[in-house]
């Protein structure tokens, strides 16, 4: 797997571009609330949406306890150097997307702005990570443009087609983006025993993603 070297820190090249794909997300979000927010709610949206990926960088580096725990109870220093790896960064991304939903609550009647901008930053930074992934990254060239392209495309039709103008419309995104996602990776990703009743953590993530959303889909709260 590719490594880059960082001072005395060796890191996966994924998880950098990953890095860079969430600055990316941060800095569009930003100016996309400078001309559509007003002051004082773009500042509040902002700081919910870094304070979420913060919080995901946190569970992140402590999934490791939870996933290896016998890797930190040798070495805790450990939790300085390592990851909980893929499965690790989803615990972090339903924490930090738990988190984002319960506080978009407290903000009443601009709900629905604060909704498209998550997903904007969302779309943003998956499209950012993919379209990086295909110049640096040697394996699943294919899956990864195809990721690329289908997550602009869904991210362009939702806003022409006035779907990220509802959460309704934005439901119907997030169930469309999860059925797809989910058919790349059953016909384009070799899982091996990475599995549990026939889906691997990323897809059963995506499972629940639809699951919820089509609870809440044509709620009106």
């Given at each position: 797997?590719?490594?880059?070297?960082?001072?005395?820190?060796?890191?996966?090249?994924k998880?950098?571009?990953?890095?860079?794909?969430?600055?990316?997300?941060?800095?569009?979000?930003?100016f996309?609330?400078?001309?559509?927010?007003?002051?004082?709610?773009?500042?509040?949206?902002?700081?919910?949406?870094?304070?979420?990926?913060?919080?995901?960088?946190?569970?992140?580096?402590?999934?490791?306890?939870?996933?290896?725990?016998?890797?930190?109870?040798?070495?805790?220093?450990?939790?300085?150097?390592?990851?909980?790896?893929?499965?690790?960064?989803?615990?972090?991304?339903?924490?930090?997307?738990?988190?984002?939903?319960?506080?978009?609550?407290t903000?009443?009647?601009?709900?629905?702005?604060?909704?498209?901008?998550?997903i904007?930053?969302?779309?943003?930074?998956?499209?950012?990570?993919?379209?990086?992934?295909?110049?640096?990254?040697?394996?699943?060239l294919?899956?990864?443009?195809?990721?690329?392209?289908?997550?602009?495309i869904?991210?362009?039709f939702?806003?022409?087609?006035?779907?990220?103008?509802?959460?309704?419309?934005?439901?119907?995104?997030?169930?469309?983006?999860?059925?797809?996602?989910?058919?790349?990776?059953?016909?384009?990703?070799?899982?091996?025993g990475?599995?549990f009743?026939?889906?691997?953590?990323?897809?059963?993530?995506?499972v629940?993603?639809?699951?919820?959303?089509?609870?809440?889909?044509?709620?009106k709260?």
């Amino acid at each position: 797997m590719e490594i880059i070297q960082i001072a005395s820190i060796a890191i996966l090249l994924k998880w950098f571009l990953l890095g860079i794909a969430i600055i990316l997300g941060l800095v569009v979000v930003h100016f996309y609330m400078k001309v559509t927010f007003e002051n004082e709610l773009r500042k509040k949206v902002f700081e919910l949406i870094s304070n979420s990926v913060f919080l995901g960088f946190i569970v992140w580096k402590g999934s490791l306890l939870l996933l290896e725990p016998t890797v930190v109870i040798k070495s805790p220093l450990s939790l300085l150097y390592f990851t909980g790896g893929s499965n690790g960064l989803l615990i972090a991304i339903i924490f930090s997307i738990t988190n984002f939903l319960v506080k978009a609550k407290t903000f009443n009647h601009s709900s629905l702005q604060v909704w498209k901008s998550g997903i904007l930053f969302i779309f943003v930074v998956l499209s950012g990570y993919h379209i990086l992934a295909i110049f640096f990254l040697e394996n699943n060239l294919l899956y990864h443009l195809l990721n690329a392209v289908g997550t602009i495309i869904l991210l362009l039709f939702g806003y022409y087609r006035k779907y990220l103008f509802s959460l309704k419309g934005i439901f119907t995104i997030i169930i469309i983006f999860s059925f797809y996602r989910m058919i790349l990776s059953f016909a384009l990703l070799e899982h091996g025993g990475n599995q549990f009743l026939m889906f691997t953590f990323e897809q059963w993530f995506f499972v629940g993603a639809i699951l919820i959303s089509i609870f809440y889909w044509d709620r009106k709260k």
